[in-house]
């Protein structure tokens, strides 16, 4: 009885309340899961470990379980997206970064937009990069996923035209100091045109990516 | 001669070089320029003081000094600019915020987008923020500029649907530690379609609005 | 043998020793409650985890253990409380807050002061906070508990009269950094009358209301 | 003109707009003062260094200066304060800290508040501190305002019913960090009925102080 | 076979090489405790989990396990030691920082010198404090344990004339930064006369008191 | 007339009131070291730089000025001092830190004890310390000012049986963090018998030697 | 299928791609070398832990596993190695340090380079040290692993021509904050021909000097 | 007379003692350098203003001074430099991380190492790099200077065989943190060959460099 559901979150911002599985019991989640399912809303949850996830999928069957992105959606309701003005592309640096790029993944899909994924092409071998370098410049916004020095964001800036978000991830030790060394490449990247989301936050790398991809933003 | 500008840099990215004034002498500042305007690109530079850019004046009569935004520009050379989307919106939250507001605002300005400003409307008062709703409720992106706890952009975030780029600012003391108070408010901020640029970044939040309000984002 | 209890500590301070539960082990704790029963006093006890207080209960079945606040308490012999100028007010921000919310409910209580709470009003939806505002006017003290970007108090600080006591809460991940995030933008606020006691402290910020909502601060 | 005063404050909150001096021009200082003596509000400026304030007074006579807390105020147009429940006492531990609890005194009275001050009695000499306990056991509200190590905070919560607003300044040298220690020693003081304002914000402490000390909280 | 033992440690500096046991394996600590029994000389370990204890003391039952201090000692070797100028005395602000008051206290058993501990005696009820004066000023040497905020150092600093050794320790939690918060207090301790070792390093502080206290320090 | 001197400090602690001469104008400083001279007590001056200790010395022309040292001493008054065990010996790594050296010399002789020196033999070049090996097994007790790296202490520590006090200093750059890098290392030590002050304490590590070096310290 | 392998890294880099074990399942490992054994390449793996490994090897028993180092190596198709300059040695402080040290050296050994150790001979007992001068000036790079105050890559750059690359561990508790004390010594030290890598990063320093070590580096 | 030169460490280490200017006077770097003069050994002074230069070359004219290094050299004296492996390469990212690049080269060429510079070739425009890679791949020890995100190093490190040198820079604002974050990204590249210096180093990157470059490192 303590939640507080904000119901009209999506009118107002046009992303509905999504719910923050981390630190909340099986019966939280299925309690405001099922508030949402009632009024109509599509049910998104972020970090449900596997074991929780099971448990509300046996009250809940209709949720949908994304082992790698840690996410359980319910979208059976959400009848119409907005129009979208292209594809959002979601590049990670390395195969550990994967989990918070499957979170940016299906948060979009969830949210209704097109969206494409490259993994696994970090500096340390730039020819991988480069490669895709059509697939980069066709992208209407893109998301860059990175953890020990991330600096994979800076060269993707360097590289194209499209608004880029960069998540970086807590991938690394030592002075890595749990994703602050990726964090502080990318804000104080030298390359233009880049803004960046909390560490590990797939989720709101999404949530903006989905904003700037919009047709029509102010509606 | 040590120098080694990037001409190609607005074809590939769609923004072309800009001069970062601080470390540079007026000397630097002038060659720079002058191969710029040699090349027929527009000349933009941030964090020029006043005594520098008037000396920088005396040899380059054509660039006009931004007093409050410390910013130096000679655009008669831009042609035409990209259409864009809508109109950017900057906020900031108090008159100690200004200079970091004016320097997104001047940068939008050189590089063609249409720009709207509102200041000194922080949450300590929040009936200010909200006599303007109607104006939020239009831009087809936000830029939220403040300083010491930072929590404008939040708030901002939960009204509207734009996507919003949070700049946060060194106003403040003592535990504001010259800006990352703000800045990690910004970073965790519970609104989801907000990202982030560095403390007092006011050039690189205009670029990544620019960047989002071009009409052709792939282009 | 080691331990040596603060008995006068009531009289001096107008709050009795409490028991810090988290390092003490189940013997400990038993042997201080029962001295602090022998002496009269109550017995109040924090961060106390379930199992702990399960066995310490079967020794002690006077004590009542709080499950969300993980407090146990024995008041039987607390015959008056100092009367007191109104009721104290606990708001939160997320689900999330909940434990440290009501930590500090319980020990308001324990030490009498009457109490309310609204939970679950972050201002990613402001709206549910305007909702409150006719009961946030009538507090004679404000108990502000949140995580992630730590703003709600901040907006409440804008909009009554009665002294704010913000607590930051461990809530979030990444740049949150343990909720040193939320404690810079409380201790940073623009917001007048505010002021701050340690990550997680609901415990301490109870404290501080207690003493503000007393009738007679001096005595 | 991008000045957006909030001329409601005093009546939202109790405590009206005060003009934080620090990072604007003599202009800016006297555009305000103007607008608040235009509207029948008083006049309370902070952190306005000495050569400033004079030259401020040089256009606006009625304003006085106080030299120890670099205030300026002026209150001719103030009429009436709200009744208090008593003194509130301000102690500082050096006497660099004395700038700062200058701060707070000077505003305090401003808003209206009885006010006593004790300096200059840190605990390397607890017996300065000891002599004063009855002062201390009648204040309804106490400022403590302390550099370096920050103790005295805790040796006085340990003393007292009154609840306590911690000061921490940024007094001292090498691992101070200025005014980091303080802080932390007052967040983790094991003192209860203490809360703490930001590094060297002896006009956050007085605000805080002055809404516990009013009569009705509620009004 | 890595192990290169100090053998000659003790007649360089007079303090033997004692075993660091938190990262070792029980093979290592006989390796090497057997090593030091077998050259005569004595066996100290610090940092011994109560299980590896056990392990250790099958093989070597000569070996003595200090339950609170986590420390292994066998000191049937250890003939004679020097004379000392007086007792070290350890005190403790808090029943949490035992272990660490402890470990000092064990370490210095075993280096020979006489010591006396009284413990749980914080500032919050500095009567307590106030009570053991007169042993206070008889020490010849004073070791204080503290955490949280760890005030006890400078308190007692300027009640004597003895040397302080200030061990800040991890107990505490949120803004404590797991000791951060006590050894800044420490080591800006208004008091002189204060030196300070690392977080809970009991077993350092001993060893700083130890060479105090000898009766000829430079033999 | 705010200042509240601690009169009784040289009975309580062995070591009379110091004036830290830092945040001190010229007119404090006379106004405090005429008090101590009307009551009998030295004038003990740190951190008063050379134009603010002339002026202090054309009112009271009997202290003197020590210009390494930044410290001004009056010491006619000083009768007679207590006897010590030895002779105190300060070792410092580089020439850049001989002025926190100094201060810890002039304080030393100030409170009367015996003190040798000896300057810039940082661990770069070894053999320049194992040069003074006898010297250094003289001592009653060392204090090692170091900074950038800071590791003379430790290696000095493992060479001696005499109580060591580590003085980290400021001097170095980038990651020396204004001593930070000094402090850890001495923290972080290996070599039992050494204890640390804040950075660039040479004062408090005078003290700190004083009290060790006494004959009698307990009284 | 998400893993992208840079085949042509030892080409472009003289490194074959290297698996980081420490995130990746015993699939990911199982697929990735299968892909490198396929390529004719060598499988080197670091962070690989016992049970991990074990799994691994049930499906490729041509993998050797080194324990004390955590990797897990298939050298069979690495025919011929680059000839070398000298030998290489690695030097560690504690027998904690041990670990990281063997990953220097398994690592070394896997790329070819001869490789020699000397472990345990940290500061605190220098003549360890210098015992090995020889060895030490034959060498033709060294590693230097140490953890806690860090301080032994200093002294080993005062006595040696060979370049000395710097591994600070996590060896350590309190102030030594995972590896920060040593990896800020090593970053300050004084003795110059001194590089750093990251915490732990026994690899990292191995590739270092195994690229110095190599007979024609451009090569 | 307090400083100790040591006279011996070019036969120790291969590299002369160098002075330090930051924190020395005129007077001390005068007498120092005629000390180096008189024993035959050459002159190289970091860190020196061009004012202190001046009057230096005053006294000792025979001294050159490096505008742009800050550098003040006398190499008469030096006869034969060792013979060397190849050329050492250095490249800086922006025209402001130019002093620190040329602090390295005028570093290498006082030892008598060969060297080549290519300057403002950062990441944000990848293909000025790219025009330069036979250069590249032809030295034998390449230092990259970089400042902000300083992400040119990993780059780099993903394109050569030689070993890499990284010298973080201060350049930047903001979240840059004086350095911190190029420091921390070049920490943790994920292209291995690398190692880094201190924050501005260039002094330190080319003692490494030389080092690493003489044909006989044991020699
Ligand atoms: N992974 C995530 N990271 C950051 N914010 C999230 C995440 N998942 C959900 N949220 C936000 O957290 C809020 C829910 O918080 P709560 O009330 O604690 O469930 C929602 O409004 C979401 O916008
Ligand atoms: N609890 C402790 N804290 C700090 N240092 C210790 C501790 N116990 C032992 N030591 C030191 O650690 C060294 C042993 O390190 P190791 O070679 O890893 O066993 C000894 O020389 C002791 O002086
Ligand atoms: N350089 C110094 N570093 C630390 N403490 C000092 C220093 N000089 C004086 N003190 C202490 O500062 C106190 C004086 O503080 P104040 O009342 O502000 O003058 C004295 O009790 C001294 O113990
Ligand atoms: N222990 C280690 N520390 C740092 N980097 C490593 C380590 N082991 C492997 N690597 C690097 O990590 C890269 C592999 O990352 P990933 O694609 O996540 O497997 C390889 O290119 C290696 O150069
Ligand atoms: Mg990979
Ligand atoms: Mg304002
Ligand atoms: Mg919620
Ligand atoms: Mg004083
Ligand atoms: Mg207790
Ligand atoms: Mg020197
Ligand atoms: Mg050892
Ligand atoms: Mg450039």
């Known amino acids: 009885k303590d939640a507080c559901i904000d119901h009209q979150r999506e009118i107002r911002t046009g992303i509905p309340e999504v719910i923050y599985g981390a630190a909340k019991s099986v019966e939280q989640i299925i309690t405001i899961a099922r508030a949402q399912i009632a009024?109509?809303?599509?049910?998104?949850?972020?970090?449900?470990?596997?074991?929780?996830?099971?448990?509300?999928?046996?009250?809940?069957?209709?949720?949908?379980?994304?082992e790698r992105a840690s996410m359980l959606t319910c979208l059976e309701r959400r009848a119409t997206?907005?129009?979208?003005?292209?594809?959002a592309l979601i590049l990670c640096a390395g195969t550990?970064?994967?989990?918070?790029?499957?979170?940016?993944?299906?948060t979009l899909e969830a949210l209704g937009s097109p969206v494409k994924t490259i993994y696994d092409i970090g500096i340390a071998g730039l020819h991988r990069l480069l490669l895709h370098r059509?697939?980069?410049?066709?992208?209407?916004?893109?998301?860059?996923?990175?953890?020990?020095?991330?600096?994979?964001?800076?060269?993707?800036?360097?590289?194209?035209?499209?608004?880029?978000?960069?998540?970086?991830?807590?991938?690394?030790?030592?002075?890595?100091?749990?994703g602050v060394s990726a964090l502080l490449t990318?804000?104080?990247?030298?390359?233009?045109?880049?803004?960046?989301?909390?560490?590990?936050?797939g989720f709101g790398a999404a949530c903006m990516a989905f904003s700037i991809n919009r047709q029509n933003p102010t509606g």
């Open 134 to 178: 059509e697939v980069i410049s066709q992208a209407s916004v893109i998301i860059v996923v990175a953890g020990m020095e991330g600096a994979l964001a800076s060269v993707v800036g360097g590289l194209c035209t499209a608004p880029i978000i960069g998540v970086p991830t807590s991938v690394g030790y030592g002075a890595s100091f749990g």
């Open 96 to 106: 550990s970064d994967i989990p918070v790029a499957e979170e940016a993944r299906v």
């Open 39 to 66: 009024t109509g809303g599509p049910v998104i949850a972020t970090r449900v470990e596997r074991e929780k996830a099971k448990q509300v999928q046996l009250v809940l069957p209709e949720c949908h379980y994304h």
């Open 186 to 201: 990318m804000l104080n990247s030298c390359a233009p045109g880049l803004a960046v989301v909390n560490i590990d936050n």
């Open 81 to 87: 997206a907005p129009s979208f003005r292209g594809e």
